[in-house]
């Protein structure tokens, strides 16, 4: 019914720089907050930067300065540009979104990405 479908990753040089994108399709009636989490080999999945309907954004310090996140509320699409890549980037990116969807009146639920990856060489 609701697929949240990420896209861009792939391998790149140190400095480097990559855009993200999370398309989110199906039944939906509203897209509330939309977020990037990411997850290195052997780590648990951490917070990267999320957006509000509004456009209000909040980052991890550890991207802060590196990377921006966007939204086109017309295509149910987050964004996540990406520059200054670092070695320590390298992880797998999850897209997650707040999704209210059709018939369900105002609950909103939290869907996942199947994440992309992204690989920082240095």
């Known amino acids: 019914q609701v697929q949240l479908v990420e896209s861009g990753g792939g391998l790149v040089q140190a400095g480097g720089s990559l855009r993200l994108s999370c398309a989110a399709s199906g039944s939906i009636f509203r897209v509330n907050g939309m977020a990037w989490y990411r997850q290195a080999p052997g780590k648990q999945r951490e917070f990267v930067a999320t957006?509000?309907?509004?456009?209000?954004?909040n980052y991890a310090d550890s991207v802060k300065g590196r990377f921006t996140i966007s939204r086109d509320n017309a295509v149910n699409t987050v964004y996540l540009q990406m520059n200054s890549l670092k070695p320590e980037d390298t992880a797998v990116y999850y897209c997650k979104a707040n999704l209210i969807l059709k018939g369900e009146g105002w609950i909103g639920r939290e869907y996942w990405g199947n994440g992309t990856l992204v690989t920082v060489s240095s």
């Open positions: 957006i509000s309907p509004s456009g209000s954004t």
